[in-house]
């Protein structure tokens, strides 16, 4: 009794594997496809056969060879996928990004995967266009505030892009280099809601005027929490003018306590900010910045996120414009 439940589970099993629309395989402990479907079949354009004893990198359907080697990296750590996403170019020449994920089972004594495969390109299209949608609006509260403080035109602009590169030389991934990116967009939004008395204060602001130009950090903050599309991009808004002695405000954070994010953004946001003209100071040059931003470093700033950033300048790949 036992075997002929175990063999209706076989047949139950391989009728939903063939019928499925999901793309789905069944390799062995080396890799090889024991099993494939038909709609993986379908997607590749090929016969049984042609599957049947080949591995994925064989058949060259990950489209991207970044993508192929993630893959062999996450197996060769955990040994399992879950939503991974990857780039395949099917039959009719498209590339789709498709979720893959997978799971091990025992079949005869030998250790087989089941891997899955679901196409979300329609998805991740849309994902994109609702992205493009939310960047714009974002810019768009950015560009009101510089309206409204002339002065610092061109400053989100110009600190976004460059923050953008600094993530990347500090090896953050491509997912929080977008929360990073929003997060400079909108990382003065709180000056918003400060007086124009205070804001567009020609001379240096009176102690009762920096208590309230101070706040704006925070009000940036309680503006954007609420939206949860912007809940990866806040550390910037809040701490960004923290300082790495814990000198800093509004929080006095010290060290790594400051996140990440706000450490990189730092360094950018003064490196623009002391080489742009104002109408209670001049623009200082290159290297007077450079020498800033030296003499900071274990004070004011990240000391290594200052050499990585110096060392991009040296290279001639960071510019003020």
């Given at each position: 009794?036992?075997?002929?439940?175990?063999?209706?589970?076989?047949?139950?099993?391989?009728?939903?594997?063939?019928?499925?629309?999901?793309?789905?395989?069944?390799?062995?402990d080396k890799g090889a496809f024991v099993d494939v479907n038909q709609a993986f079949l379908d997607a590749f354009g090929l016969a049984h056969k042609e599957a049947i004893g080949r591995r994925a990198?064989?058949?060259?359907?990950?489209?991207?060879?970044?993508?192929?080697?993630?893959?062999?990296?996450?197996?060769?750590?955990?040994?399992?996928?879950?939503?991974?996403?990857?780039?395949?170019?099917?039959?009719?020449?498209?590339?789709?990004?498709?979720?893959?994920?997978?799971?091990?089972?025992?079949?005869?004594?030998?250790?087989?995967?089941?891997?899955?495969?679901?196409?979300?390109?329609?998805?991740?299209?849309?994902?994109?266009?609702?992205?493009?949608?939310?960047?714009?609006?974002?810019?768009?509260?950015?560009?009101?505030?510089?309206?409204?403080?002339?002065?610092?035109?061109?400053?989100?602009?110009?600190?976004?892009?460059?923050?953008?590169?600094?993530?990347?030389?500090?090896?953050?991934?491509?997912?929080?280099?977008?929360?990073?990116?929003?997060?400079?967009?909108?990382?003065?939004?709180?000056?918003?809601?400060?007086?124009?008395?205070?804001?567009?204060?020609?001379?240096?602001?009176?102690?009762?005027?920096?208590?309230?130009?101070?706040?704006?950090?925070?009000?940036?903050?309680?503006?954007?929490?609420?939206?949860?599309?912007?809940?990866?991009?806040?550390?910037?808004?809040?701490?960004?003018?923290?300082?790495?002695?814990?000198?800093?405000?509004?929080?006095?954070?010290?060290?790594?306590?400051?996140?990440?994010?706000?450490?990189?953004?730092?360094?950018?946001?003064?490196?623009?900010?002391?080489?742009?003209?104002?109408?209670?100071?001049?623009?200082?040059?290159?290297?007077?910045?450079?020498?800033?931003?030296?003499?900071?470093?274990?004070?004011?700033?990240?000391?290594?996120?200052?050499?990585?950033?110096?060392?991009?300048?040296?290279?001639?790949?960071?510019?003020?414009?």
């Amino acid at each position: 009794d036992a075997e002929d439940a175990l063999t209706l589970s076989e047949e139950k099993f391989y009728k939903a594997f063939n019928t499925s629309p999901v793309l789905m395989t069944i390799e062995d402990d080396k890799g090889a496809f024991v099993d494939v479907n038909q709609a993986f079949l379908d997607a590749f354009g090929l016969a049984h056969k042609e599957a049947i004893g080949r591995r994925a990198s064989d058949l060259n359907f990950i489209y991207s060879p970044d993508d192929l080697h993630r893959l062999g990296k996450i197996y060769r750590e955990q040994g399992y996928l879950k939503n991974f996403e990857a780039r395949v170019r099917k039959k009719n020449g498209e590339v789709s990004i498709v979720s893959l994920s997978s799971d091990d089972f025992y079949m005869n004594g030998i250790k087989h995967t089941v891997t899955s495969g679901l196409d979300i390109t329609e998805r991740k299209e849309t994902e994109k266009i609702l992205a493009d949608a939310y960047d714009t609006t974002l810019e768009g509260w950015a560009k009101a505030l510089e309206l409204r403080d002339k002065e610092t035109e061109g400053h989100t602009r110009r600190v976004t892009a460059l923050t953008v590169k600094l993530a990347r030389a500090c090896g953050i991934s491509a997912t929080e280099i977008n929360d990073i990116r929003r997060g400079a967009i909108l990382h003065d939004i709180g000056k918003l809601a400060i007086s124009d008395s205070v804001l567009l204060s020609p001379g240096k602001l009176t102690d009762d005027e920096w208590q309230v130009m101070s706040q704006h950090p925070w009000i940036g903050y309680k503006l954007l929490a609420p939206i949860n599309f912007l809940k990866n991009s806040l550390d910037i808004v809040l701490y960004h003018h923290e300082r790495w002695d814990g000198s800093g405000y509004p929080k006095a954070l010290q060290g790594e306590e400051i996140p990440l994010s706000a450490r990189i953004f730092a360094i950018v946001d003064v490196w623009d900010a002391i080489q742009s003209e104002r109408p209670y100071k001049r623009a200082w040059s290159r290297k007077e910045a450079i020498a800033l931003l030296k003499e900071g470093a274990g004070t004011h700033f990240d000391p290594n996120i200052v050499k990585i950033f110096l060392d991009l300048v040296d290279k001639g790949e960071i510019t003020r414009v």
